[in-house]
């Protein structure tokens, strides 16, 4: 299949998942994650319309953004861990960081982006299975509060809502009570009506469980696999 017929194919299929939720498709955006994989491949999912791209590593990105800066309204997501020492060079690559999970690492980029003149978009993660391996801060833990506070003062950062990465379950459906507490913890957030916190933006679900992130109300699924083929 080519990589084309794949991103028709989801896209049906997150029509279906939107339809049997009474949702709107529309408001669900597909993000290809293209980790791993050449600028070529990136180019033809761009070419199938795709705009909206994530990528794990800063520095790996950092070979593929010059060969790919023609694709000019194309928005690059960094979506794995990041580490302070590498904001400054993520907030220059990025138009968006998806993987925020400390006040530390918010502050760096919150200078970088003032640095570079620029407003950084960015998603706070949470650890929903409270895994020790996986980054992300816990639903309730004091460091999500610092950091929702601590908003208003990083004024060159756009706080637009929640990423998540579930425990890997065989059964997509097992995930669905970890989705279902992301929704939760953001109707939550958007319910206090902080100052500078939108909570529009809900990314949750990958290749083998974006259904069902979906009916829990995900407003971005991010796949890689299921465009692309395995990674190698
Ligand atoms: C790799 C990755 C994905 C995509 O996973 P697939 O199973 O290939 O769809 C989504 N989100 C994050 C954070 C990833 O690292």
């Known amino acids: 299949m080519s990589i084309d017929q794949n991103v028709a194919r989801i896209r049906e299929r997150i029509a279906s998942a939107a339809c ?14 293209s980790k791993t994989h050449p600028p070529e491949l990136i180019r033809e999912a761009y070419d199938a319309g795709l705009r909206v791209f994530g990528e794990n590593r800063v520095q790996e990105f950092s070979g593929k953004a010059t060969p ?15 580490q302070s020492n590498k904001a400054a060079r993520a907030a220059e690559l990025f138009s968006a960081i998806d993987s925020v999970d400390s ?16 407003r950084l978009e960015v998603l706070i993660e949470i650890n929903v299975g409270g895994e020790a391996a996986k980054s992300g801060l816990s639903p309730d833990s004091p460091e999500l509060e610092n950091l929702l506070n601590a908003a208003p003062g990083l004024d060159h950062l756009v706080f637009h809502g929640l990423m998540t990465i579930p425990p890997f379950t065989e059964n997509p459906e097992d995930a669905r009570p970890y989705f279902r507490q992301l929704r939760e913890l953001r109707e939550d957030i958007a319910s206090r009506n902080l100052p500078s916190i939108n909570m529009a933006i809900l990314s949750m679900g990958m290749s083998h469980d974006f259904e069902v992130a979906i009916e829990e109300g995900s407003t971005c699924v991010r796949v890689g696999t299921s465009i692309f083929g395995e990674r190698g």
């Not at 049997?20 to 994650?33: F, H, Q, W, Y």
């Not at 790919?68 to 990041?82: E, F």
């Open 68 to 82: 790919l800066a023609d694709l000019q309204d194309a928005k690059w997501h960094l979506i794995g861990h990041l």
């Open 103 to 118: 006040l530390k690492l918010a502050e760096k980029l919150n200078s970088s982006a003032q640095s570079l003149r620029k």
């Open 20 to 33: 049997r939720a009474g949702r709107n498709p529309d408001e669900i955006t597909l993000m290809a994650v």
